[in-house]
């Protein structure tokens, strides 16, 4: 039976790691939604916009999300995030 299609998958330890992590799932929820700004994030994350770049930091980095447009190599995916696409030739879950 496939998975759902908001279900992620850990493919290493540390995607694990995070996936497990509390703070984590509460700024990655609003990104299984949809697009939304590090702004939404943290408002329905209900946490600093400190805190939500530096989670959505982190997810970017392990691959569990995507970011739209360009990220701000000092702050992070600033711009609208959103679960990633495998990449092409990648199979998909």
Request: charged residues 20%; positive net charge; glycine residues 8%.
């Amino acid at each position: 039976m496939p998975l759902p299609e908001s279900t992620l998958t850990a493919r290493t330890a540390e995607q694990a790691r995070l996936l497990l992590d509390f703070a984590s799932q509460r700024v990655l929820g609003p990104t299984m939604q949809g697009e939304v700004s590090a702004g939404e994030v943290a408002r329905d994350a209900e946490m600093t916009l400190k805190r939500a770049h530096h989670r959505l930091t982190r997810l970017y980095a392990v691959g569990l999300i995507g970011v739209n447009g360009e990220p701000n190599a000092a702050a992070g995916p600033s711009s609208s995030t959103a679960p990633p696409r495998p990449p092409p030739g990648c199979p998909s879950s």
